[in-house]
């Protein structure tokens, strides 16, 4: 069954959502830790210092809940000869801290490296439309149940999956009909 449903545009805007979209967010997961506070405690077991450009990452990352890759999160930070720019490969480096210290889930689209919060935010899978790029979360606990089914049957240990349904979205299929019906009267 489905129970929720949430379109997130990239963060560059591309996929801006139209106002008719209704848009239900998916309730966040009470956590015992901010995430600065995780990420701390992560640098510190491993030894690590906690600079300020990795603060001013995680601080950006987690304004809001969305899905972005490395590009799109280096344009919204400031730019070259800007107060507080961060270089490319230390931005790719800090997601990768990031990660690793379960505060972002990291996953390949269309050959890109996409991320999103893990810490605080539910277990959910994505329909993805191939042709405006939109990303749209959904929960199912039917999908758990087969996928936990699937994992008993084959005595295997369960942990996590990754679900990405590929597909065209309501607004873009919307939008093809119109095209042919204005074709069809000519
Ligand atoms: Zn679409
Ligand atoms: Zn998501």
């Given at each position: 069954?489905?129970?929720?449903?949430?379109?997130?545009p990239?963060?560059?805007?591309?996929?801006?959502?139209?106002q008719?979209?209704?848009?239900?967010?998916?309730?966040?997961?009470?956590?015992?830790?901010?995430?600065?506070?995780?990420?701390?405690?992560?640098l510190?077991?491993?030894?690590?210092?906690?600079?300020?450009?990795?603060?001013?990452v995680?601080?950006?990352?987690?304004?809001?809940h969305?899905?972005?890759?490395?590009?799109?999160?280096?344009?919204?930070?400031?730019?070259?000869?800007?107060?507080?720019?961060?270089?490319?490969?230390?931005?790719?480096?800090?997601?990768?801290?990031?990660?690793?210290?379960?505060?972002?889930?990291?996953?390949?689209?269309?050959?890109?490296?996409?991320?999103?919060?893990?810490?605080?935010?539910?277990?959910?899978?994505?329909?993805?439309?191939?042709?405006?790029?939109?990303?749209?979360?959904?929960?199912?606990?039917?999908?758990?149940?087969?996928?936990?089914?699937?994992?008993?049957?084959?005595?295997?240990?369960?942990?996590?999956?990754?679900?990405?349904?590929?597909?065209?979205?309501?607004?873009?299929?919307?939008?093809?009909?119109?095209?042919?019906?204005?074709?069809?009267?000519?």
């Open positions: 069954m489905l129970t929720s449903a949430l379109e997130i990239f963060a560059d805007g591309r996929n801006f959502m139209s008719e979209t209704d848009l239900k967010t998916l309730a966040p997961v009470r956590v015992a830790l901010t995430p600065q506070q995780r990420f701390s405690d992560f510190q077991s491993r030894g690590m210092r906690n600079t300020e450009q990795r603060r001013a995680l601080e950006l990352v987690f304004l809001e969305d899905h972005f890759d490395a590009d799109q999160l280096l344009e919204r930070l400031p730019a070259k000869g800007e107060k507080g720019y961060v270089s490319r490969p230390t931005v790719y480096r800090t997601l990768g801290e990031f990660v690793d210290a379960g505060l972002l889930r990291k996953f390949s689209l269309d050959g890109r490296s996409v991320y999103e919060h893990d810490y605080g935010y539910p277990q959910h899978d994505h329909l993805y439309c191939t042709k405006c790029e939109k990303l749209i979360e959904f929960q199912s606990d039917s999908l758990l149940e087969i996928r936990n089914e699937v994992g008993k049957a084959h005595n295997f240990d369960v942990r996590s999956h990754r679900l990405i349904v590929s597909g065209i979205c309501e607004g873009c299929r919307r939008g093809r009909r119109r095209e042919r019906r204005k074709v069809d009267l000519i």
